[in-house]
């Protein structure tokens, strides 16, 4: 087989190994804020929690990112599966919100996946295709936000500690999986080849910004949405696990099928425009379509509206990201990318339960709001460059 036909197979298996890793990571992720209000945690320490994974890919997923770049990518992913089958016993086998806590430090101290994975795929595609790339990692992160939520629901009305068990048996198969199955991308790099050369932050930062700003605005819904329906309709740990399920399933709908012509068609600044105007308003409707005893037609809408919008702003940016880097930088670039989404999932849980502590749900959503607005605001001041000429940006 020669490389090209090998590199070519290999997608497939890396998009593969994401969607069984988000599987995962999406089977207990939902249960969090409810799991520690058993131990009786408030909604700061609920947002700590849920941060607590994010806090740990800030500071490992760049060096992750560069690992990858001198030793390849292949052992990177098998050892941060490894690091969340680890972390997902503990997650089982936890009886106070320490244990949690440090289940949760530990798969993101160790887990670089996704990152890596698309760093992975920026090696095996052309600069043109690369949005598109990042769209297909984006569904199976979509898809396995459908899976995950409902065999997470489905597990802990059987037994609490079962989704960590189910969740960490899963991610094993993958691990054994993805070590037999996958090779390493032909564009792995040597220590010597390796770039350490200033990022050109001039280029690479309005896409940044513009996913930041998202990312907190949409990292609410992890710790406000459980509370909020527990409140508002009496919502049980699988009505929520099932919400949760259909942004995901929005959102890979999106990616898989309409990003790619969108940003085609349109350009991907044009695209995160409308993605984050998309998020600005379903989080400001959010209180709205919750004013009724019981989710109506329109709340689900709200959450279609949320779903579609981050699924075309975060794969846009990235790929923008990735078409203005060389191959010698790609993991520390998108390592760097990885590091402030992971910023902004530190900030937007911790900001959501000290806002829905004080103020309560509303104030949380019209915050969200805000911080998409400003999203669209930094891709409404974009140049077009951005979009087009690739190659003069590197």
Known sequence: ????????????????????????????????????????????????????????????????????????????????????????????????????????????????????????LADETSPER?????????????????????????????????????????????????????????????????????????????????????TIAFSVMYVVFPLFGELRFGATRSTVSYWFAFVGLVTAIVQGGLLGRLVARLGETRVARIGTAMLAAGFFLVPLAGATSRPTVLFYGVLALLGAGFGMTGPSMIGMVSRFTDAARQGRVLGVTQSASSMARIVGPIVAGLMMQSRGAEAAFRTSAVLAATGMIIAIAMRPAHDKGADGAR
Not at 19 to 30: E, H, I, K, Q
Not at 60 to 83: M, T
Not at 176 to 201: C, D, G, N, Y
Request: no cysteine; glycine share 10%.
């Open 1 to 120: 087989m020669s490389q090209t036909v090998q590199a070519r197979s290999a997608i497939p298996i890396v998009v593969a190994t994401v969607f069984v890793d988000v599987v995962g990571f999406a089977m207990v992720l939902p249960l969090l804020p409810s799991y520690a209000a058993r131990f009786g945690s408030s909604p700061f320490m609920i947002g700590v929690l849920v941060a607590s994974y994010s806090a740990m890919q800030f500071v490992f997923a760049p060096l992750w990112g560069r690992v990858s770049d001198r030793i390849g990518r292949r052992p990177v992913l098998l050892l941060g599966l490894g690091g969340s089958v680890v972390s997902y016993l503990l997650f089982a086998m936890s009886n106070g919100f320490t244990l949690l806590l440090i289940s949760r430090l530990f798969d993101g101290g160790s887990g670089a996946t996704i990152n890596v994975a698309q760093a992975y």
């Open 130 to 214: 690369r949005t598109r790339a990042m769209g297909i990692v984006g569904a199976a992160f979509g898809l396995g936000f459908i899976v995950g939520p409902i065999l997470g629901g489905i597990t802990s009305s059987i037994d609490l500690a079962l989704p960590g068990y189910a969740a960490a048996a899963l991610t094993a198969a993958n691990m054994v999986f993805a070590w037999i199955k996958l090779p390493e991308s032909h564009h792995a790099l040597t220590p010597q080849r390796t770039s350490h050369a200033p990022l050109p932050w001039r280029v690479i930062g309005p896409p940044v910004a513009v996913l930041f700003a998202a």
